[in-house]
């Protein structure tokens, strides 16, 4: 593809979670995409009657955040099951990559990010 990643690949953290801690609550609209590097995390849906239900279990490679990440409030919670580290990739640092000459960077992130959306769905 003749891309230079590197500057894409520096806009990623990593961050350490702890058994049963919440990475993303329902409603939330925090930004952040998240990969599994290791561990597991359980997805959780709370009904309008608080019924909650798993409905969910990901594990290293799954990619999670999408909808916050691209326009809006979560329509679950994210709880790690196991001792966890995530890849983060803020929104914002997307858009400042976007408004520099390494557009096409974010037209391959946003493809890479519709395929990991549509396999998940598919499963």
């Known amino acids: 593809?003749?891309?230079n990643w590197?500057?894409?690949?520096?806009l990623i953290t990593t961050r350490?979670?702890?058994t049963d801690q919440v990475i993303l609550f329902q409603g939330d609209k925090s930004p952040?995409?998240?990969q599994i590097a290791t561990g597991q995390v359980v997805i959780r849906?709370?009904?309008?009657?608080?019924?909650?239900?798993?409905?969910?279990?990901l594990g290293v490679g799954d990619v999670f955040g999408h909808l916050p990440f691209c326009r809006g409030p979560s329509t679950y919670?994210?709880?790690a099951t196991s001792h966890t580290t995530l890849f983060c990739?803020?929104?914002d640092s997307v858009d400042r990559l976007a408004d520099s000459e390494r557009a096409r960077l974010v037209v391959m992130f946003?493809?890479?990010?519709?395929?990991q959306l549509s396999t998940q769905l598919k499963e």
């Open 89 to 91: 990739l803020e929104r």
């Open 110 to 115: 946003f493809r890479f990010l519709l395929a």
């Open 16 to 18: 350490s979670i702890e």
């Open 45 to 57: 849906h709370t009904a309008v009657d608080g019924t909650v239900q798993a409905v969910d279990h």
């Open 77 to 79: 919670s994210a709880i």
């Open 1 to 3: 593809w003749g891309v």
């Open 32 to 34: 952040i995409l998240f």
């Open 6 to 10: 590197k500057p894409f690949l520096q």
